[in-house]
């Protein structure tokens, strides 16, 4: 069973059908027995990062998510989710993030092109930077899809992917047992579906 977390932000639902369509349980839940009793576990995201973030923390479920991924669980966090794994995030601000993965947030206007629209929105191709099980069942250049006005920074080590928008962007990370993707594998097609379907066999 996989657990999507709810704490009030996020693409929750067409998450659940997804897993569906690969033929993997999955339930949308805030309840913490629950979440200890998932075999893996998504933490979505969409918004802002500040708010998003309180709403973790005042919900409970940033303890749940340290404690779990702490004994070794399978955690992905997509979007905001996995911007949300790393120290802190500097969008309007600084706020501090789950402290899983160490890194920081940045708006992506810093570092790219200046004629490029923001926030990124589109499907680019993933530029593999390390062998990960994620990426089993897909090949470097399939392409996701991404919508984000900020990027992880300060990850090198972390990280298993990046897609281009006139300079690298982080695409994807993992360190032990946690995962983040900053495209949407929901909304990815098949190559989402078959990134899903890998993280369901980790």
């Not at 200046?114 to 990960?132: A, Q, T, V, Y």
Request: aromatic letters at 10%; proline letters at 4%; charged letters at 25%.
């Amino acid at each position: 069973m996989i657990a999507i977390i709810d704490y009030g932000v996020g693409n929750l639902f067409s998450l659940k059908s997804s897993f569906s369509v690969i033929g993997h349980d999955a339930m949308v839940t805030s309840d913490k027995n629950e979440i200890e009793k998932a075999d893996r576990i998504i933490l979505p995201g969409v918004g802002a990062f500040e708010d998003a973030a309180e709403k973790l923390r005042t919900s409970g479920m940033a303890d749940v998510v340290k404690e779990q991924a702490a004994a070794g669980k399978p955690l992905m966090g997509i979007c905001l989710g996995m911007q949300m794994l790393f120290d802190r995030s500097y969008e309007y601000g600084e706020h501090e993030g789950l402290g899983l993965i160490h890194g920081s947030v940045k708006p992506i206007a810093d570092v790219i092109d200046k004629n490029l629209k923001i926030p990124h929105i589109g499907w680019n191709p993933l530029i593999f930077r390390k062998e990960s099980p994620l990426f089993r069942y897909i090949k470097e250049g399939d392409c996701v899809y991404f919508v984000h006005s900020y990027y992880a920074a300060d990850c090198d080590e972390n990280v298993i992917a990046d897609a281009e928008y006139s300079v690298p962007l982080t695409a994807a990370v993992a360190k032990g047992n946690i995962y983040g993707c900053q495209f949407h594998p929901e909304k990815s097609g098949e190559v989402g579906l078959n990134i899903l379907r890998a993280f369901c066999e980790l």
